[in-house]
């Protein structure tokens, strides 16, 4: 049971993005809001440049020391009385969650925004239960009403208007008023923690996911923005965290300097509005907090990209900067990546989770522009992955035969420097001749991929090193 | 990216340059102009024997053309003072990731290595080398200049060619939003994902046009083929060259995708 995947159909998933006119709209504004922000925030930061760095460093030391820092954490987070579920795959995670769920007889279980939570689909499985999940993150809850995937990781219902959830919120909280006034975002925002709040006190179990899981402590870590995280954790008797094994940093000190640049690069925020920390169930004496402490830690594919071209990849603090200076993603948004991760850090860390077969296109979906790894936290070669992952592709020949036909056509003369001076030559006077009158192509056979969008301008005629040449016998002859 | 140290040149380098495909087969004024503000900023400048960096195969995977072609220009140019490419991206390839494909080759990687060190992309080879301060050219009118991603974020190409464009006798620069922004070009990402590739050269093209100036210039010429075919099928009478070709004050040729007077 995997969300249902249409990676494979990238191409027809672009294209009908490319004509919904809300989502195109609602792209628009990420591609100036976010990258604005994240500017602002960085310039007004001397050392950003330099945390960025150290980021990276106490990603890398984490991953090349993962048993040993997973291990720790283990010992500490039963030292603090919580329980920890590994889990190898989709499957085991889902198992852990509901057999606690199953113990204490859970009717409802409200959630936090968490992504491990959409990749092992979660929410699919609660039901089949007979188990109710309450996503509690606005984005969340607005796209669980909808059935739909995230189109951000950290903005899941950026693809909507306000025009979109108000008929979703009519259509559903239809024991509301149906003549109130649903026209102010505030008042959808008001309606939503309305609803919401009657959730929290019912839930039996609170789910949350981790930005961090720190092995000195046995601590995990969430950041959010509007305080779901906190009443879903706290409220119930149980909380269960889900979180996969490339979460853990060493030390508290070493969170705290991540944390100085993950809401920077993803809002352009300082700092999120909360920074929870959790270490195992309430305490005698401590006022709140859950009865169990359960963290499931999903490994999923993820060991198996250490020590190769893709480790880097496991560095990923999941900001959003990448998707957010994306020109693909502005063009497409999430969605047409067809599944939970989009973007670059998507076409890179997709083709590991469910394999490049399905999701070949997302790595080559990309123009190399090399703006997501120009801001990247963690100085992610999120480029450089890509065309790893195009390279396995070549070599299981997974890439259109259209495009090898091609290349190989082109590398044959490339690499013959005579010939191909001689095939160039008689080439481009061909099409300059055709192209005399207009000086343009508006269609040609074996480019109209391009001419369909584009006219395709005519070369000028002769190629530079022919006319170099020549000019050079000229002036030898005078 | 800080541009590599540029330590003082010789009086008189000995200077390759590699033109770049595009170039050669599409626009080879590109190439003569290229040439001439070489020769102008004091540089011994030769043609040698070429066809093309590799970047298409690198970047469709085929890492074994990649390498026949990169050992080829590795042969054709190292016995030069520097390598220079009127492209960032063609520049780039060879500066950043030649090194890269000869990864755990210990002779390969030692040529590739002393390659990539002397490979510049033009302008900033003539700004950051040649420490040539004025362009002797005449070109009136407005012009807004897109910034290729390669020469950008891999080559930190960004002051350079404003720095001489300024020297431009009778040109104003007049800065477009989203300069920095790819136009969608990708090489084969053009063709392999048309429509997409559309509709970001379709924002690149609006926000020239927004911009008001006559003419588009960039430093390399498949972002400058990409948004001249966007703006003629649109039907923008933006002038789009390639930036050397101003810099060199040789803009008697017609602009990318406009016929040769006299041919209508």
Redo the contacts between chains.
């Keep these: 049971m995997t969300s249902h995947i249409t990676s494979p159909q990238f191409k027809e998933n672009a294209s009908r993005a490319l004509v919904d006119a809300p989502l195109q709209q609602a792209m628009g504004n990420v591609r100036v809001n976010f990258i604005e922000r994240r500017r602002a925030a960085a310039e007004k930061l001397p050392e950003f440049e330099g945390l960025r760095d150290s980021a990276r460093d106490i990603k890398n030391h984490a991953l090349e020391h993962l048993d040993l820092y997973l291990e720790t954490w283990e010992q500490n987070v039963t030292k603090a009385g919580g329980h920890v579920h590994w889990a190898r795959t989709a499957e085991e995670a889902r198992e852990a969650v509901l057999a606690i769920c199953r113990r204490v007889g859970a009717k409802t279980v409200t959630k936090g925004k968490s992504m491990i939570s959409e990749e092992i689909s979660l929410n699919t499985a609660l039901e089949a239960a007979g188990i109710k999940p309450v996503e509690t993150d606005l984005g969340e809850y607005i796209i669980q009403l909808r059935g739909e995937l995230p189109s951000h990781i950290i903005a899941p219902a950026v693809h909507l208007n306000a025009t979109q959830v108000e008929s979703d919120f009519r259509r559903v909280h239809t024991h509301l008023d149906p003549k109130r006034d649903l026209s102010q975002p505030v008042q959808l925002l008001t309606e939503a923690r309305g609803v919401l709040r009657d959730r929290f006190l019912a839930a039996d179990v609170g789910i949350t996911g981790a930005n961090f899981l720190i092995a000195e402590t046995g601590t995990s870590v969430i950041v959010t923005n509007e305080g779901n995280g906190d009443l879903t954790q706290i409220l119930p008797k149980i909380h269960v965290v889900i979180a996969s094994i490339e979460k853990i940093v060493p030390t508290l000190e070493d969170a705290s300097q991540i944390l100085r640049v993950l809401a920077r690069s993803a809002t352009g925020q300082e700092m999120s509005v909360y920074t929870t920390l959790s270490t195992g169930p309430r305490r005698p004496g401590d006022p709140d907090g859950p009865e169990e402490y359960h963290v499931v830690v999903l490994d999923n594919g993820r060991s198996s990209m250490l020590g190769t071209a893709f480790q880097d990849m496991l560095r990923c603090i999941r900001c959003g900067a990448c998707m957010n200076h994306c020109p693909v993603y502005h063009a497409v948004g999430g969605h047409a990546y067809g599944w939970v991760y989009p973007g670059p850090m998507g076409a890179v860390l997709s083709p590991s989770l469910i394999g490049v077969d399905k999701a070949g296109h997302l790595p080559n979906a990309s123009t190399f522009c090399g703006r997501c790894e120009s801001v990247c936290p963690v100085r992610i070669p999120l480029p450089k992955m890509m065309r790893s992952w195009r390279e396995r592709e070549f070599e299981r020949h997974l890439s259109p035969a259209t495009v090898r036909g091609g290349l190989a056509f082109w590398s044959f003369f490339a690499r013959r420097p005579g010939l191909y001076r001689l095939a160039t030559r008689l080439g481009m006077g061909a099409l300059a001749w055709f192209g005399r009158d207009k000086g343009k192509f508006a269609s040609l056979p074996f480019a109209s991929g391009w001419t369909k969008y584009r006219d395709f301008p005519a070369p000028q005629g002769g190629t530079f090193q022919q006319r170099y040449r020549d000019t050079r016998k000229q002036g030898a002859r005078r | 990216m800080a541009p590599h140290s540029a330590s003082s040149p010789p009086s008189r380098p000995r200077v390759a340059l590699f ?1 770049t ?1 595009l ?10 102009a290229a ?1 001439k503000l070489l020769e102008d900023a004091g540089c011994i400048v030769d ?1 040698p ?4 960096c ?1 970047q ?8 074994a ?1 990649a390498q ?2 990169a050992l ?1 220009m590795i042969t054709a140019f190292e016995g030069f003072d520097y390598v220079v490419a009127p492209s960032g991206s063609c520049a780039g390839q060879i500066r950043r990731h030649y090194p ?1 494909l000869f990864e755990g080759d210990p002779n390969l990687i030692r040529r590739a290595e002393a390659v990539a060190a002397k490979t510049w992309e033009l302008t900033s080879f003539l700004v950051d080398v040649m420490k040539v301060e004025a362009v002797s050219a005449s070109v009136a009118g407005t012009a807004t200049y897109h910034d290729s ?2 020469g950008l ?2 080559l930190g190409v960004k002051a350079q060619p404003r720095k001489l464009l300024a020297s431009v006798e009778g040109l104003t620069l007049t800065e477009m939003n989203e300069n ?3 136009c ?18 379709g924002k690149k093209a609006g926000n020239v046009t927004q911009s008001g100036a006559a003419m588009l210039l960039a430093g390399d010429l498949g972002c400058l ?2 948004i ?3 703006l ?2 649109e039907g923008k009478a933006v002038e789009v060259r390639h930036v050397a070709e101003v810099l060199a004050g040789m803009t008697d ?2 602009p ?5 007077q006299g ?2």
Excluded: H, W
Excluded at chain 2, 56 to 63: E, I, T, Y
């Design positions: 033109a495909c170039v050669d087969l599409m626009r080879p004024s590109v190439g003569f040439l043609v024997n070429q066809t093309c590799g298409p195969a690198f970047n469709s995977g085929d890492r053309s026949a072609l080829q890269e991603c390669s974020r891999e920095e922004v790819c969608g070009f990708g090489g084969t990402f053009a063709v392999k994902y048309g429509e997409i590739s559309d509709s970001i050269v083929m990409n001249a075919g966007k003629s099928r040729e017609p990318i995708g406009v016929p040769p041919a209508r």
